[in-house]
């Protein structure tokens, strides 16, 4: 595929791709009324003996955005027995929400368990386009010098108008990015141990 070609994803092969077979699938959904107001859908398995969970989609409705909708399902995610959770993102509110709902926040991911484990969990992942995502950046590569940190290669062509307009509001709120840049088909990387995982 090329540099710039739009890909259009039919509901058929979403589900395809956010689904696999033989895993455990999860989505959670919030409702005003009969209003769908926002939804995750995430994927569990095992890596190493232990349950990992890797989400593998996130909306909001549009006029309900910046409510704290989606931190707030990925609340309800968490189960306490997880070891880990990863997301692959070009949407910077994304990759702050799943850092704030599982962690201390974006400023305060551990770049160090990436850095070790990232790849591995990656590799046992169920959902193909996770497993098959050329990792990229300071952090996963030997020496990368276009500026990207944590970052994966997925085909992934959407249009970063959005992502980098929200990457700009969030360093005006003075928030200091650690992901790095974002080149065109790739998505954000992030993995988050738990912490209670993390002390025991
Ligand atoms: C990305 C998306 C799911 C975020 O959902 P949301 O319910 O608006 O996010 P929340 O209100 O829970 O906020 C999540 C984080 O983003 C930040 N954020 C969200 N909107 C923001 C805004 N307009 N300005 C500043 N920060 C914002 C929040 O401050 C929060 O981070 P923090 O806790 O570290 O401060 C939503 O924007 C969306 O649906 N986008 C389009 C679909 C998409 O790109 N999905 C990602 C594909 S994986």
């Not at 990229?136 to 276009?146: C, F, I, N, T, V």
């Not at 954000?188 to 993390?198: A, P, T, W």
């Amino acid at each position: 595929m090329n540099k710039g070609t739009r890909v259009k994803i039919s509901p058929k092969l979403l589900w395809k791709k956010i689904l696999p077979e033989g895993a455990e699938n999860t989505y959670i959904t919030t409702t005003r009324g009969t209003e769908l107001l926002g939804i995750i859908f995430a994927t569990r398995w095992m890596y190493k003996r232990e349950i990992t969970v890797w989400v593998t989609q996130l909306c909001v409705h549009r006029e309900h955005r910046n409510e704290g909708i989606v931190k707030s399902l990925l609340a309800s995610l968490k189960t306490g027995n997880d070891y880990a959770v990863g997301i692959l993102s070009s949407h910077p509110f994304s990759i702050s929400a799943v850092a704030r709902a599982f962690g201390k926040g974006v400023e305060d991911i551990d770049l160090g368990v990436m850095k070790l484990e990232a790849k591995d969990v990656m590799a046992t992942c169920p959902v193909t386009y996770v497993r098959d995502a050329k990792l990229r950046g300071a952090l996963l590569e030997d020496q990368p010098s276009d500026g990207t940190i944590s970052c994966a290669d997925t085909q992934f062509w959407v249009d970063h108008g959005e992502p980098d307009e929200a990457l700009s509001v969030m360093k005006d709120k003075g928030v200091t990015w650690p992901l790095g840049f974002l080149p065109e088909g790739h998505e954000y990387l992030l993995l988050v141990k738990l912490e209670s995982r993390v002390e025991s």
